[in-house]
């Protein structure tokens, strides 16, 4: 490992142990400090504040690590920007998260919003969210959209897995075979992602 990649791996461990010493007990405390901490160090694809406003932020991190200072993402300058032609795209998936949320925790409204913005963006979506890893994103979407998680019976990428979800409900079908098993593209949707 270089040593740039050590210092960022001890950025990111840094800063998600200074998270968790004073997460609130809220089942998303562990995801959302993941990103935070993977956003502080540079890493992922979120946009300034995770795709918050800042006043969303500032509540997030007060549900969730009280005494923490919102601060702690630093500047936001560099941030890569939501982009405007895609506002729409991101709104679209947001109320599809929205619809299908559990009910349980406000923060479930913070997470379709990151959810969201993290689709918008090019990699993995797990990877594009700061997570350390794919489970992280299921525990996330079995928790916060068990509804909409229960649907992805064969383990379909999430990205891939929600723009299908907006596609079916506008009665687009864009699948090349009858079924997913025997279509050319079967790799790119199911299977691992690290």
């Known amino acids: 490992m270089s040593t740039l990649a050590r210092d960022l791996t001890r950025e990111v461990d840094h800063v998600f142990a200074r998270l968790m010493v004073r997460a609130a007990g809220d089942g998303n405390d562990r995801a959302f400090a993941s990103m935070i901490a993977t956003r502080a160090a540079g890493g992922g694809a979120l946009p300034a504040w995770l795709g918050l406003d800042q006043a969303d932020?500032?509540?997030?991190?007060a549900h969730h690590f009280p005494g923490v200072s919102p601060d702690v993402l630093g500047s936001s300058d560099g941030a890569s920007p939501l982009l405007g032609n895609?506002?729409?795209?991101?709104?679209?998936?947001?109320?599809?998260?929205?619809?299908?949320?559990?009910?349980?925790?406000?923060?479930?409204?913070?997470?379709?919003?990151?959810?969201?913005?993290?689709?918008?963006?090019?990699?993995?979506?797990?990877?594009?969210?700061?997570?350390?890893?794919?489970?992280?994103?299921?525990?996330?979407?079995?928790?916060?959209?068990?509804?909409?998680a229960a649907r992805n019976?064969?383990?379909?990428?999430?990205?891939?897995?929600?723009?299908?979800?907006?596609?079916?409900?506008?009665?687009?079908?864009?699948?090349?075979?009858?079924?997913?098993?025997?279509?050319?593209?079967?790799?790119?949707?199911?299977?691992?992602?690290d």
């Open 57 to 61: 932020f500032k509540r997030l991190m």
């Open 153 to 193: 019976v064969h383990d379909m990428k999430w990205k891939r897995f929600l723009y299908k979800q907006l596609c079916e409900s506008e009665g687009i079908y864009v699948c090349r075979a009858p079924s997913c098993g025997v279509c050319v593209d079967y790799a790119y949707c199911f299977g691992p992602e």
């Open 86 to 148: 895609r506002l729409e795209e991101r709104e679209e998936l947001i109320e599809l998260l929205m619809t299908h949320r559990a009910g349980r925790s406000p923060s479930e409204t913070w997470m379709a919003r990151v959810v969201a913005s993290g689709c918008l963006a090019s990699d993995h979506l797990w990877h594009d969210l700061g997570l350390w890893n794919r489970a992280e994103l299921t525990d996330l979407m079995r928790r916060n959209f068990p509804e909409l």
